[in-house]
Structures are given as structure tokens and as C-alpha cells.
């Protein structure tokens, strides 16, 4: 009886399922919309960064990482495999140099390759 019973539960859900329209995006063959509130790719405005260290500090993800070479010479690193992309260093940052936009971050064949300098500082 309980065999039966499934199957005139499923015939309807099967029948809607069939006869209605996709609830899937089109991506790739259509433009793909996203939210405003879409966080993306982390940018940064290079003459705005002082090297102070509050974004990577703050990363719970480790996505960001700071290297100094001296008082006034740095290196930012972005991380994209470890970023979280939660927000926590544009918020962190007292400078407003660090922004998430809503691009896509590009994939990458080899770890190697996500790894991105934002800031390269020698001077």
C-alpha cells in the first residue's frame, strides 16, 4: 500500500517538474546578473594602503598577508583560495583602501597562480 501511495505523491511533483519553467540560471550561454551586495574580487588603491597590517590582522581567513622589509617598505598579498570574501578587511581598513567589488574572481590551474600582490611598496 505504501508503495502506491509514493507513487501518486510523486506523479503530481513530477508532472510540475516537467511542465514548468527552470529555476536554474542560464551561465554560461546568458549574461549572468548578480546582487548588488555581491562580493567579489578584493581591490585595493595603492596610494591610499600605509602598510598598517589591521586587514590581514583582522582575515579570519588568512587571505591576506603582509610582509615588511623595513619600516617603509611592504608587500601586500592576497590570497584568493583562503579569502572567505566576508568583508572583514575593507571594514578593518581605516584608510579605505581596500574595496570587494563584484567581479568574479578568475580560476587558475596551479595554487601558484591565484596568489596576488595588491601593494608592492619599496620606497
Known amino acids: 500500500m505504501s508503495r502506491w501511495w509514493s507513487l501518486v505523491h510523486l506523479l503530481p511533483q513530477l508532472w510540475r ?3 514548468g519553467r527552470p529555476i536554474t540560471v542560464r551561465y554560461p550561454f546568458a549574461p549572468l546578473k548578480l546582487p548588488r551586495e555581491f562580493r567579489g574580487r578584493v581591490k585595493i588603491e595603492p ?4 602598510g598598517c597590517g589591521a586587514c590581514a590582522r583582522d582575515c579570519p ?3 591576506l598577508a603582509l610582509q615588511r622589509k623595513g619600516r617603509d617598505h ?3 598579498v592576497h590570497y584568493p ?3 572567505a570574501y566576508c568583508g572583514q578587511c575593507e571594514e578593518s581598513c581605516r584608510f579605505g583602501a581596500i574595496k570587494l567589488t563584484n567581479e568574479f574572481v578568475r580560476g587558475a590551474s596551479r595554487r601558484e597562480m591565484l596568489e596576488e600582490v595588491l601593494v608592492e611598496r619599496d620606497e
Request: glycine share 6%.
Open 17 to 19: 517538474t516537467l511542465t
Open 47 to 50: 596610494a591610499l594602503c600605509r
Open 61 to 63: 581567513a588568512s587571505g
Open 74 to 76: 611592504f608587500r601586500l
Open 81 to 83: 583560495d583562503r579569502c
